[in-house]
């Protein structure tokens, strides 16, 4: 069975929510970071390292935020769904309009490389959930670490997305949303969720455009929940969301010092593997069958 990763400092925003979806679908989730103060998402990540270096090499490992994430199925369909992807590690897929692909290029894709273009339109890649076996995972953040420096400030997204848009067989996306669908707000002030390519029947969501029932449902955007919630058919109390303005306001500030260049260099690898890179994939256009098939 697949182990969970759930890490978290505290009980904030939905995650009463998350614990609810995990017990419809008798999953129980490995707590990391409970207590502690956050110091980013470099430390996250080797946390997580450090906790599945003694899995089994094969065993199926899941990264989720337990804040913004409701389970849809059981780890059964997830794994069996990622056990047919073309690639060893497989992280959520976004769906992004002009504007906010200006964002994010600017923000996270400072590769100097287009990203990929998917026939679904999800192309850019959200690191808040992703899938791999332990082993692999375990030996990709040891590179990141000795290859790109990542520190535990850092920030994981960036990092993967580089090595996304150079060499999709070592990290794709799931731009199918088999197992993962980001959901974003409509603007930035309801933050209403933008639900058009999203039909609710008996507690599980298609995706009409990818034609899908994705398994996890991530709230990447910070979006409200309450309503979403109460489709899937779970109680209202376990949707009320805890200090959910405060953490919006936090991770709002965080992404402006990200947008804006205020946390420090481009956390990029050394050049000579820079150049091989290049070399090996002058032209990241190509859509080559990633994800889960």
């Not at 906010?100 to 990929?116: A, H, I, K, M, T």
């Not at 993962?180 to 933050?191: A, E, G, P, Q, Y």
């Not at 209403?192 to 039909?199: A, Q, S």
């Not at 449902?217 to 779970?234: K, R, T, V």
Request: with cysteine; net charge neutral.
């Amino acid at each position: 069975m697949a182990t969970v990763i759930a890490y978290g400092t505290d009980r904030q925003a939905y995650f009463d929510l998350f614990m609810a979806s995990c017990r419809r679908h008798e999953i129980a989730p490995v707590a990391l970071g409970w207590g502690k103060q956050w110091v980013g998402f470099g430390q996250k990540t080797t946390e997580t390292r450090d906790y599945i270096k003694d899995l089994p090499e094969d065993e199926v490992v899941l990264s989720v935020d337990p804040f913004d994430v409701v389970f849809l199925s059981g780890l059964p369909e997830i794994e069996e769904k990622f056990r047919r992807a073309s690639a060893p590690m497989v992280c959520g897929a976004l769906n992004l309009g002009p504007f906010l692909r200006r964002v994010y290029d600017r923000e996270f894709n400072r590769s100097g490389q287009r990203v990929p273009r998917n026939p679904t339109g999800y192309d850019y890649l959200n690191s808040g959930t992703w899938i791999s076996t332990a082993g692999y995972a375990r030996r990709l953040i040891d590179r990141l670490e000795r290859e790109f420096g990542m520190r535990p400030t850092d920030m994981d997204q960036e990092i993967l997305t580089s090595l996304y848009v150079h060499d999709r067989s070592q990290v794709d996306i799931d731009w199918r949303c088999e197992i993962f669908h980001n959901l974003l707000f409509k603007n930035f002030i309801t933050r209403k969720p933008d639900v058009k390519h999203l039909v609710f029947r008996d507690g599980r969501v298609a995706n009409v455009a990818t034609g899908t029932l994705p398994c996890v449902l991530h709230a990447s955007g910070n979006a409200l929940l309450e309503g979403i919630a109460a489709q899937l058919g779970f109680d209202r109390g376990c949707a009320v969301p805890v200090a959910s303005n405060k953490g919006y306001i936090k991770k709002a500030i965080f992404h402006i010092t990200q947008l804006f260049g205020l946390h420090g260099p481009a956390r990029l690898p050394a050049r000579p593997e820079r150049e091989l890179l290049s070399e090996a994939f002058p032209d990241p256009e190509d859509s080559r069958t990633p994800g889960p098939a």
